[in-house]
């Protein structure tokens, strides 16, 4: 993980939205620092979630897969019928397959050719604690968050919205 100015008010501004919950808050934000203020603990601590976590991914993606696959899809209509059925492999299989490749394709050549494309310049900047950059502004995919947060003036009420507004993913399924 890159260690520059925006990587370190980055972290610094959202692992202090924990400090919002009352009585053991700061509390947290001290034990997810690994001290008093964000350091090298915090960024052992931030790479080693950023490597174990798409393991985890993968491992629940393939738990599903192998349940999916045991017990079959739910079958809104109730009929049981094998006419219109065909196999995973090698239909399905072949075709999750091309797109992984190309996906990949993408992704090394993305990584290898322009590694600095997606980067943000403040970040070449090696993270000084005493200098706040003067424009930061989160990345596109942080936008609904910040937005979330900022339209409630109360830090623990902007939490709880953002976390809620997080939560509400969790009733699409019965929707």
């Known amino acids: 993980l890159p260690w520059g100015q925006m990587s370190f008010w980055g972290a610094t501004v959202i692992t202090n939205l924990l400090s919002a919950i009352p009585y053991v808050g700061p509390t947290l934000v001290e034990w997810i620092w690994g001290g008093f203020s964000v350091d090298n603990a915090t960024l052992t601590r931030f790479f080693t979630f950023h490597f174990l976590i798409p393991f985890a991914i993968l491992g629940m993606t393939m738990l599903h897969l192998l349940l999916l696959h045991e017990t079959g899809s739910n079958n809104p209509t109730g009929l049981n019928s094998n006419c219109d059925k065909i196999q995973f492999h090698p239909y399905f299989s072949y075709k999750d397959l091309l ?5 990949i394709m993408c992704l090394l050549t993305l990584v290898l050719f322009y590694p600095n494309l997606l980067g943000d310049p403040d970040n070449f900047t090696p993270a000084n604690p005493l200098i706040t950059p ?3 502004k989160p990345e596109w995919y942080f936008l609904f968050a910040y937005a979330i947060l900022r339209s409630v003036p109360n830090k623990l009420g902007g939490v709880l919205a953002l ?3 997080i939560l509400v ?3 699409m399924p019965m929707l």
Request: aromatic residues 8%.
């Open 163 to 165: 976390f809620m507004s």
């Open 169 to 171: 993913l969790l009733l």
């Open 99 to 103: 797109g992984l490749i190309l996906m």
């Open 134 to 136: 003067p424009h930061i």
